[in-house]
């Protein structure tokens, strides 16, 4: 029974209400030891394994040198600008180190200002060094000194193949392991109007008689260059050639039916390819070329071999240079007359 004015539902209320006050605080008193536990086991974790940092060492499994290492490598695919690796346990001072202004080894590596000047080697040894930025023009180094986490960022556009080397050393300089750092070659996209595609099945490349340049792309289903360069016994008898290195190839009638070698049509010209994103670029001299055009196909997959985009490249002979003053009032063994005018306003040189 309950005392005369006191309602039920008012027992009720604070029944509940009093549940679940102590309800909130069991769930605080869980909450708050759970956080300590979890703290303490994360202390621990790190305690245990010193190395650990969750921000500066993801990614780099497989990509750490020790002192009982003596070489890793680092690939850098074309769709990919970004190299990571670590110095750790007794060899964490990374070599060449940067250098500043006039404190730089030698004229070549020197640079005004107070400015650092990041290297890198172009050799294993470390014997070749040069400027980061000579080698890969735009590339930049980050590195976290505590962790000797080091951080090299390369622009995807137009940079080169090529292996390039870091060296993890003691300080005693004993035994270093050694960080190849191989990148593949990235090419930036020609204009749209340069890409072979399925709705654009021809494509017309201009080299005018002023540029050297003829780029390309294979996009869509049609990534198979044709022709296909050639190697070793496949190529041409009167080619020379490194039987171990691929020999560039290109058509030289509309038909596509006769490949050449990309050097007998264009004298001294080179093709650089970026496999990955199917991306060609002809470099053509001026010296000696004349006005003639050359095709590729961008063709399908073998089932659709029939499906396929043409690309013409129309290269225009450069100008004639113009000679010399001295080249113009010069008898040669040629046997032909040669006629001269004087004034004062032009006398001869």
């Known amino acids: 029974f309950l ?21 909130f605080v069991a769930a605080g008193i869980w909450l708050a030891t ?28 497989g990509k750490t040198c020790t002192d009982t290492k003596e070489e890793i490598t680092v690939e850098v695919a074309a769709n990919e600008g970004e190299a990571k690796f670590k110095c750790d346990g007794a060899v964490t001072a990374l070599y ?15 640079r005004s200002g107070d400015q650092k000047v990041q290297r890198i080697c172009e050799d294993a040894e470390c014997q070749k060094i040069k400027v980061l930025n ?4 735009g590339a930049t180094r980050d590195d976290s000194t505590d962790e000797h986490v080091h951080v090299l960022k390369f622009p995807k556009e137009d940079r080169p193949q ?9 300080p005693q300089r004993t035994n270093p392991c050694k960080v190849k750092i191989s990148v593949a070659a990235a090419l930036k996209d020609p204009p749209a109007d340069q890409i072979c595609s399925q709705d654009n099945s021809r494509v017309i490349i201009e080299v005018g008689e002023d540029t050297t340049e003829a780029r390309f792309k294979c996009s869509d289903a049609l990534t198979t260059l044709d022709p296909h360069d050639c190697s070793g016994d496949s190529c041409q008898e009167e080619v020379a050639h490194d039987h171990d290195e691929p020999v560039s190839m290109i058509y030289e009638d509309e ?3 006769t490949a050449k070698h990309l050097d007998q049509v ?12 199917h991306v060609y670029k002809l470099t053509i001299p001026k010296e000696g070329r004349t006005t003639k055009a050359a095709w590729y196909q961008c063709k399908g997959s073998e089932r659709n071999s029939n499906t396929l985009c043409k690309v013409k490249i129309n290269v225009t002979a450069a100008r004639p240079t113009p000679p010399t003053p001295e080249a113009k009032n010069k008898c040669t063994a040629g046997g032909e007359e040669l006629n001269l005018s004087a004034s004062p306003q032009s006398p001869l040189t």
């Open 3 to 23: 005392p005369a004015g006191i309602r039920s539902e008012h027992v009720l209320n604070m029944v509940c209400s009093r549940h679940s006050l102590l309800v």
């Open 34 to 61: 759970s956080c300590t536990a979890a703290s303490k086991g994360l202390s621990a974790a790190i305690k245990r394994y010193p190395g650990m940092h969750v921000t500066f060492t993801a990614g780099l499994e």
């Open 96 to 110: 060449p180190a940067d250098c500043n202004g006039d404190d730089c080894p030698n004229t070549e590596l020197a």
């Open 134 to 137: 000579d080698v890969f023009p």
């Open 162 to 170: 090529k292996d390039v080397w870091y060296q993890c050393r003691s």
């Open 255 to 257: 038909d596509c039916s």
């Open 266 to 277: 264009f004298p001294g010209a080179t093709r650089h390819d970026d496999a990955t994103n």
